[in-house]
Protein backbone atom coordinates (compact mmCIF):
# COMPACT_ATOMS: atom_id res chain seq x y z
CA UNK A 1 0.00 0.00 0.00
CA UNK A 2 1.50 3.73 -0.61
CA UNK A 3 -0.25 6.62 0.96
CA UNK A 4 0.38 10.31 -1.20
CA UNK A 5 0.10 13.68 0.49
CA UNK A 6 0.23 16.65 -1.93
CA UNK A 7 0.76 20.32 -0.84
CA UNK A 8 1.58 23.45 -1.60
CA UNK A 9 -1.41 24.41 -3.77
CA UNK A 10 -2.92 27.33 -3.33
CA UNK A 11 -3.93 30.89 -5.34
CA UNK A 12 -1.93 32.67 -7.00
CA UNK A 13 -1.74 35.48 -10.26
CA UNK A 14 -1.38 34.68 -13.58
CA UNK A 15 2.40 34.80 -14.75
CA UNK A 16 2.86 33.73 -10.84
CA UNK A 17 4.95 29.92 -9.68
CA UNK A 18 3.96 27.32 -7.37
CA UNK A 19 5.51 24.09 -6.69
CA UNK A 20 3.77 21.27 -5.27
CA UNK A 21 5.02 18.42 -3.39
CA UNK A 22 3.72 14.73 -2.65
CA UNK A 23 4.94 12.99 -0.01
CA UNK A 24 4.44 9.12 -0.33
CA UNK A 25 4.99 6.45 2.30
CA UNK A 26 4.06 2.71 2.85
CA UNK A 27 5.90 0.47 -0.17
CA UNK A 28 9.27 0.96 -1.65
CA UNK A 29 8.93 4.81 -3.16
CA UNK A 30 11.94 4.57 -4.99
CA UNK A 31 10.74 1.69 -7.46
CA UNK A 32 7.77 2.87 -8.99
CA UNK A 33 6.82 5.69 -11.48
CA UNK A 34 4.86 8.67 -10.30
CA UNK A 35 2.87 11.11 -11.70
CA UNK A 36 0.70 14.45 -11.39
CA UNK A 37 -2.84 14.72 -12.88
CA UNK A 38 -5.55 17.68 -12.56
CA UNK A 39 -9.36 17.70 -12.92
CA UNK A 40 -10.80 21.18 -13.74
CA UNK A 41 -14.45 22.18 -12.57
CA UNK A 42 -16.89 20.42 -15.04
CA UNK A 43 -13.94 18.67 -16.70
CA UNK A 44 -11.86 14.78 -16.92
CA UNK A 45 -9.06 14.44 -14.97
CA UNK A 46 -5.99 14.85 -17.15
CA UNK A 47 -2.50 14.06 -17.53
CA UNK A 48 -0.24 16.63 -16.51
CA UNK A 49 3.47 15.14 -16.44
CA UNK A 50 5.31 12.06 -15.58
CA UNK A 51 8.87 10.54 -13.92
CA UNK A 52 10.44 7.02 -14.27
CA UNK A 53 11.53 5.89 -11.00
CA UNK A 54 15.21 7.21 -11.30
CA UNK A 55 13.77 10.89 -12.34
CA UNK A 56 15.86 9.86 -15.83
CA UNK A 57 12.61 9.62 -18.25
CA UNK A 58 9.64 12.77 -18.14
CA UNK A 59 6.96 12.93 -20.14
CA UNK A 60 4.89 16.46 -20.09
CA UNK A 61 1.40 17.38 -21.86
CA UNK A 62 1.70 19.80 -24.61
CA UNK A 63 -0.43 22.04 -22.66
CA UNK A 64 2.10 22.10 -20.12
CA UNK A 65 5.70 21.33 -21.73
CA UNK A 66 7.78 24.05 -21.07
CA UNK A 67 6.39 25.38 -18.08
CA UNK A 68 6.29 22.65 -15.65
CA UNK A 69 8.92 20.52 -14.25
CA UNK A 70 8.59 17.05 -12.51
CA UNK A 71 10.95 15.95 -10.44
CA UNK A 72 11.76 13.65 -7.43
CA UNK A 73 13.77 12.92 -4.34
CA UNK A 74 13.97 9.40 -3.19
CA UNK A 75 15.98 10.06 -0.22
CA UNK A 76 12.83 12.02 0.77
CA UNK A 77 10.02 10.06 -0.89
CA UNK A 78 8.95 12.95 -2.47
CA UNK A 79 7.79 14.06 -6.00
CA UNK A 80 7.53 17.77 -7.11
CA UNK A 81 5.71 19.80 -9.35
CA UNK A 82 7.45 23.24 -9.91
CA UNK A 83 4.77 25.29 -12.07
CA UNK A 84 5.61 28.73 -13.97
CA UNK A 85 3.94 31.36 -15.94
CA UNK A 86 0.88 30.08 -14.52
CA UNK A 87 -2.33 30.75 -16.56
CA UNK A 88 -5.68 30.90 -15.37
CA UNK A 89 -6.57 27.50 -17.21
CA UNK A 90 -4.61 25.55 -15.32
CA UNK A 91 -6.33 26.17 -12.22
CA UNK A 92 -7.67 22.66 -10.94
CA UNK A 93 -7.43 20.42 -8.60
CA UNK A 94 -3.76 18.52 -8.83
CA UNK A 95 -3.50 14.84 -7.83
CA UNK A 96 -0.23 12.90 -7.08
CA UNK A 97 -0.53 9.26 -8.27
CA UNK A 98 2.07 6.62 -8.07
CA UNK A 99 2.21 3.44 -10.43
CA UNK A 100 3.56 -0.12 -9.86
CA UNK A 101 5.65 0.01 -12.47
CA UNK A 102 9.47 1.79 -13.05
CA UNK A 103 8.09 3.57 -15.61
CA UNK A 104 4.76 5.44 -16.18
CA UNK A 105 2.57 2.52 -17.91
CA UNK A 106 -0.97 2.44 -17.76
CA UNK A 107 -2.89 4.01 -15.36
CA UNK A 108 -1.69 4.79 -12.11
CA UNK A 109 -2.36 2.60 -9.03
CA UNK A 110 -2.44 5.03 -6.06
CA UNK A 111 -3.72 8.77 -5.73
CA UNK A 112 -3.87 11.20 -3.16
CA UNK A 113 -6.84 13.43 -1.90
CA UNK A 114 -6.02 16.61 -4.38
CA UNK A 115 -4.38 19.89 -3.89
CA UNK A 116 -6.75 22.91 -5.26
CA UNK A 117 -4.11 25.17 -7.65
CA UNK A 118 -6.55 28.41 -8.32
CA UNK A 119 -5.13 31.40 -10.68
CA UNK A 120 -6.41 34.62 -10.80
CA UNK A 121 -6.50 36.39 -14.43
Known amino acids: QVQLVESGGGLVQAGGSLRLSCAAS????????MGWFRQAPGKEREFVAT????????YYADSVKGRFTISRDNAKNTVYLQMNSLKPEDTAVYYC??????????????WGQGTQVTVSS
Open 26 to 33: GRTFSSYA
Open 97 to 110: AAYTTAQAMGVPHY
Open 51 to 58: ISWSGGST
